[in-house]
């Protein structure tokens, strides 16, 4: 009798470890999803002989990688500062007719700025 009550007391306790272990992965799974990625600025301005760029403006920003290069996001305004991941970007302002590109490395917990100034085709 005493080794069929052991037996039963062995058992009564896996319900409770499992339960204590699926906790466990759950807080640590709210734990990766509150991990922030470390990011850097980029302060992005458009100019036309020296004056803001209103007009269909469009920055085209992709992150360079070995083979090609990776869509991050496009800007349709003349000024915006955008957060990034640390890396090298190609960085495409396009206006009106007019397109300039610039590689630029964005540094982690620092701001970049990059101004390209275009001049009007007359």
């Given at each position: 009798m005493l080794l069929q009550s052991n037996k039963?007391?062995?058992?009564?306790?896996?319900?409770?470890?499992?339960?204590?272990?699926?906790?466990?992965?759950s807080n640590v799974a709210l734990a990766a999803d509150?991990?922030?990625?470390?990011?850097?600025?980029?302060?992005?301005?458009?100019?036309?002989?020296?004056?803001?760029a209103f007009s269909s403006v469009r920055w085209t920003i992709?992150?360079?990688k070995l083979t090609e290069n990776k869509l991050v996001r496009v800007v349709s305004k003349h000024a915006a500062t955008v957060e990034l991941e640390p890396g090298?970007?190609?960085?495409?302002?396009?206006?009106?007719s007019q397109e300039e590109v610039r590689n630029i490395t964005i540094v982690e917990k620092q701001q970049s700025s990059l101004v390209i100034?275009?001049?009007?085709?007359?």
């Open positions: 039963r007391m062995g058992y009564g306790y896996a319900p409770l470890i499992i339960a204590l272990f699926f906790i466990c992965l509150g991990v922030k990625k470390v990011t850097g600025s980029l302060k992005l301005s458009a100019m036309v002989d020296n004056q803001p992709n992150l360079k090298n970007y190609q960085i495409i302002l396009s206006v009106n100034n275009l001049h009007r085709d007359d």
